[in-house]
């Protein structure tokens, strides 16, 4: 599996989605393994990140990430876009309030309501995917996908598996995408309890 996503293919890009437990604590990880290093775009959630440190991953531009002062909180998402590709991101839209930038408590009221502050900005013609560690058990049915289908007109992009130490589903790709193959793995990491989910994203 490994060397499968090592390799990207010409007309795939490949996404990199994982909740880290603290890039400080792991970047040195991340910035070695190949997976994330091939990936056009890796996002980290859960990282732990507070504003005035920088991290750094070869060949990668940070685009964003939640502004938090003091010290580090188990919160926090930062993206990084690979050098070559940045130029073809066209918008990129960020919401804040206060501190902390949005985060998402384990309520998924707020969840919804995050969502949809959002919503607006998207046109209902355009592909999406929302991607993330939504902290709820995306089991089949669940409100989560219900909310996901009736307001984004998104669905979920693989099978239910388990992507923590705990047995639980809760990182998730959620999307509407007509005119693309999704494919999404699941690969074992070191950095954190959870594994990396890694999106690829090809052209029909």
């Known amino acids: 599996m490994l060397s499968i996503l090592r390799i990207v293919p010409e007309n795939v890009i490949q996404i990199t989605l994982h909740n880290t437990q603290s890039i400080r604590k792991h970047i040195t990880t991340i910035v070695s393994d190949q997976v994330f290093s091939s990936s056009h775009i890796v996002t980290l959630q859960e990282s732990?990140?507070?504003?005035?440190?920088?991290?750094?991953?070869p060949d990668f531009e940070e685009i964003s990430?939640?502004?938090?002062?003091?010290?580090?909180?188990?919160?926090?998402?930062?993206?990084?876009?690979?050098?070559?590709?940045?130029?073809?991101?066209?918008?990129?839209i960020e919401i804040e309030k206060g501190n902390s930038n949005n985060h998402v408590e384990i309520n998924l009221d707020l969840l919804k309501e995050t969502l949809l502050e959002v919503k607006d900005y998207i046109d209902e013609s355009e592909n999406i995917?929302?991607?993330?560690?939504?902290?709820?058990?995306?089991?089949l049915g669940s409100q989560l996908e219900s909310f996901m289908l009736q307001s984004f007109d998104t669905?979920?992009?693989?099978?239910?598996?388990?992507?923590?130490?705990?047995?639980?589903?809760?990182?998730?790709?959620?999307?509407?995408?007509?005119?693309?193959?999704?494919?999404?793995?699941?690969?074992?990491?070191y950095a954190s309890h959870h594994k990396p989910l890694v999106i690829r994203v090809h052209e029909l």
Do not use: Q
């Open 155 to 189: 669905r979920l992009f693989y099978t239910r598996k388990s992507t923590t130490n705990a047995r639980t589903v809760i990182d998730g790709v959620f999307g509407r995408i007509d005119d693309y193959d999704v494919k999404v793995f699941i690969y074992e990491s």
């Open 65 to 92: 990430r939640n502004r938090l002062m003091g010290r580090p909180r188990a919160f926090g998402t930062i993206n990084f876009c690979k050098l070559n590709i940045e130029p073809r991101i066209v918008d990129r």
């Open 129 to 139: 995917l929302i991607l993330g560690d939504f902290n709820h058990e995306l089991k």
């Open 48 to 57: 732990w990140a507070i504003d005035n440190e920088s991290y750094n991953i």
